[in-house]
């Protein structure tokens, strides 16, 4: 699914209205009724609902919900909130039709004195500001969004918190954000749902598709998308009759030290399970008994060093190779590394440790060799790239370092993000807070390896890999809770989500 700048929808609205066409209050009544059936559905009548309206068309949309509610026996209120002198056609359209409504009560709100009660039970609607919102809130709004933040009442937002900005919010006051139980989004999620620190005003969210026109949605470009069942499965590649292991790749997987060696094991299990013809696992000696008991199927490959990762074998017989996972970051590493960075022609995974030496070694960063695809989680993130105040700025330096140096940068956490050279962004929908859980990156890590193995581009071995790890996540999860999951779970889950994927 296509992510879109707030700037675009409006572009995306005038284009259905026009092609399909349709009156511009029809697609108005089209989404307003969408929110209805929705609300209706998880907040049965009778309830009492109080609906804050804007000037814009999203105070439209709320006016147009406020009349379906009324028929609906819910008891409704409207405060308009005196922000210009006249509302958007379509809003104001919609205020005469409500008003035929006598059990309405419609206020005018000049002034934050005339801010109603809100109790605990009440539902809030916002509709104050929407994808049209263009600058911080201050004044009123800012006093009306306060109150309704400080009260415990449920707070349905309509298409997007008021004060919210789709994307960037690096400049924007946080005191002036709708803080929502509930968001529901038209037809697209906005970007900014995407991000941590948006969470306290996002909560849930939902989208609600109202028939947006499908040719627009198809010709508009947008660099952020959300990765979908059907998307991933359509990148997949079948197996054919007289496939033999040769055909699914040979992977090189340079892991553990001492007292780490789990790591290894979970990356190599990891990577079995995604598939892989052949693994080699390179481990420093005295992992030696270890992984050949623990994961019978991976040859071994001996470091000369007994407890870290300082020299490895020769790459030819390789169709990709992974570094990281528990390898530890000391000098004789480090120089492993450079030499390993110059010699490698294969697409590389880089993760763990050995992002943390990159970026410890900034010159480190001309050698990257091309297809490599980095999975830092945000503190590896932070060595690697750099500092940012807020995720979007993140987002940007993200999207930067991966066209810079031609790789799939990987951004770990809730919607994982998958920043491409070309310039796109993957989010990923798929995992869980179970998942946060030691090793559950390695065993990622394990899985991207083992698809590169296979033949696919770092791009779609990135895609496959992380939906696959999350859905692994999501259903082990669904089975035994987050709380007992543990990474060994994702790779056991590893079987229903491949089955899950490919239904
Ligand atoms: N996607 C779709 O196809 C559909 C979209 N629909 C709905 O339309 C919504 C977008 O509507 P919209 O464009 O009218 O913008 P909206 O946010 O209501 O308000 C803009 C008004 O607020 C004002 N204003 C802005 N910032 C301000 C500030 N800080 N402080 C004070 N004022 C500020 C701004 O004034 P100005 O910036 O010009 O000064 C203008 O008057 C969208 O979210 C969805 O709910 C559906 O109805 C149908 C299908
Ligand atoms: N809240 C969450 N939602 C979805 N996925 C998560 C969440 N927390 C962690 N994960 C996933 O778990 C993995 C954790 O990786 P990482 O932090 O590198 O763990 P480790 O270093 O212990 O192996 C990542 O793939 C991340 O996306
Ligand atoms: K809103």
């Avoid at 809130?137 to 109150?147: R, Y």
């Avoid at 390993?340 to 010159?363: C, F, Q, R, T, Y």
């Avoid at 940068?409 to 070309?422: R, S």
Wanted: with cysteine; aromatic share 8%; proline share 6%.
């Amino acid at each position: 699914m296509k992510i879109f700048p707030a700037s675009k929808i409006a572009e995306i609205d005038s284009y259905t209205i026009e092609h399909e066409p349709i009156e511009s209050i029809d697609l108005m009544e089209r989404a307003s009724r969408k929110l209805f059936k929705r609300i209706v559905k998880k907040f049965p009548a009778p309830r009492n609902c109080k609906i804050f309206v804007g000037p814009g068309n999203n105070g439209g949309d709320g006016l147009a919900l406020a009349r379906m509610l009324a028929e609906k026996n819910y008891a409704v209120e409207v405060f308009i909130i005196k922000i210009s002198d006249c509302l958007s056609k379509d809003a104001e359209e919609n205020l005469q039709r409500l008003k035929i409504f006598k059990t309405v009560d419609i206020y005018e709100m000049a002034s934050v004195d005339a801010m109603p009660w809100l109790f605990p039970d009440d539902i809030v609607i916002d509709a104050i500001f929407g994808s049209g919102l263009s600058r911080p809130i201050e004044g009123l709004p800012l006093e009306v969004i306060k109150a309704i933040n400080a009260s415990e009442a449920k707070v349905i937002a309509v298409d997007i918190p008021s004060g919210l900005m789709g994307e960037d919010n690096s400049k924007n006051d946080y005191n002036g954000i709708i803080k929502a139980d509930l968001t529901l989004s038209f037809q697209f999620p906005k970007l900014a749902f995407l991000f941590p620190e948006n969470a306290q005003f996002v909560g849930e969210w939902e989208v609600l598709p109202i028939g947006l026109h499908p040719d627009i949605i198809e010709k508009e470009q947008t660099p952020y998308k959300m990765l979908s069942r059907e998307f991933v499965k359509s990148l997949l590649m079948p197996r054919k009759k007289f496939d033999h292991k040769g055909t699914y790749g040979h992977g090189l997987l340079i892991s553990g030290s001492y007292g780490k060696m789990g790591a290894a094991i979970l990356a190599s299990r990891a990577g079995l399970r995604a598939g892989m013809g052949l693994l080699t696992s390179h481990i420093p000696r005295l992992g030696y008994e270890i992984m050949q008991t623990a994961v019978p199927e991976a040859m071994v490959s001996i470091d000369r060093s007994d407890i870290i990762f300082t020299e490895f074998p020769d790459l030819n017989q390789f169709n990709a190779v992974a570094i990281g996972p528990g390898i530890d970051k000391k000098q004789n590493s480090y120089r492993a590394m450079i030499e390993l960075l110059k010699e490698s022609k294969v697409p590389m995974v880089i993760d763990a440790d050995a992002i943390n030496i990159i970026g410890e070694h900034p010159e480190l960063k001309d050698d990257l060799p091309m297809g490599s695809v980095f999975t830092p989680h945000p503190k590896e993130f932070e060595r690697l790239v750099g500092k940012a105040e807020d995720s979007f700025t993140r987002n940007k330096m993200q999207r930067e370092f991966a066209k810079e140096h031609s790789v799939t940068l990987v951004l770990k956490g809730a919607y994982t993000a998958i920043a491409c050279p070309e310039g796109s962004v993957y989010f990923n929908p798929t995992g869980n807070p179970g998942m946060a859980t030691a090793g559950s990156g390695d065993v990622l890590t394990g899985i991207i390896l083992s698809l590169l193995s296979q033949g696919y581009s770092s791009k779609v071995a990135t895609i496959i890999g992380v939906y696959l790890h999350g859905l692994a996540g999501d259903l082990a999860a669904e089975k035994i809770g987050m709380e007992a999951l543990t990474a060994g779970d994702l790779i056991n889950y590893l079987p229903k989500a491949w089955l899950r994927l490919k239904k």
